[in-house]
């Protein structure tokens, strides 16, 4: 079974409480991927089902660094199930969508060749492409930078 995050419990990860994260700024910045998807559209389902698989298949934390150069959280969100954070976020329910994230920052633009900057990527996105999206984000994340150009 896949397990889903709530965005109540993405938020609180997101944004923590200001009391001790200052220690924070001395660790490596970890990139959080948020899958929108619903169990009802088989390409967002399956997308959700390529990104499960690929972080079970790794399993522990350092593989899951290991792999992609940085750590990494993945948070699967069932957009029929947040319908009303999808609307207020202009994220169409039933589609898949993808978000890179730090803690207190704004969400990763994204560059795709012949789409607009964006701080999504639209897909259905296979595991190979999964991998492709994360090591990039996590590539711009230490290396400072906000804007990920993606070759996908």
Not at 30 to 52: D, K, M
Not at 64 to 83: C, N, T, W, Y
């Amino acid at each position: 079974d896949i397990k889903l995050s709530s965005m109540q419990d993405v938020h609180q990860i997101l944004h923590p409480d200001d009391e001790g994260s200052e220690s924070k700024s001395t660790k490596s910045k970890t990139v959080h991927i948020l899958i929108f998807g619903c169990q009802w559209c088989y390409p967002s389902y399956a997308t959700q089902c390529h990104a499960h698989i690929l972080f079970q298949d790794l399993g522990s934390d350092k593989a899951i660094q290991a792999e992609f150069g940085g750590p990494v959280r993945l948070h699967l969100i069932d957009s029929e199930e947040e319908r009303t954070y999808c609307d207020q976020h202009d994220i169409m329910v039933g589609s898949s969508v993808l978000i890179a994230s730090t803690e207190g920052d704004d969400n990763l633009l994204f560059k795709r060749a012949e789409w607009p900057l964006n701080d999504r990527l639209i897909g259905p996105f296979n595991k190979t492409t999964l991998k492709e999206i994360i090591r990039t984000a996590v590539g711009a994340v230490k290396a400072g930078k906000k804007n990920v150009s993606v070759n996908i």
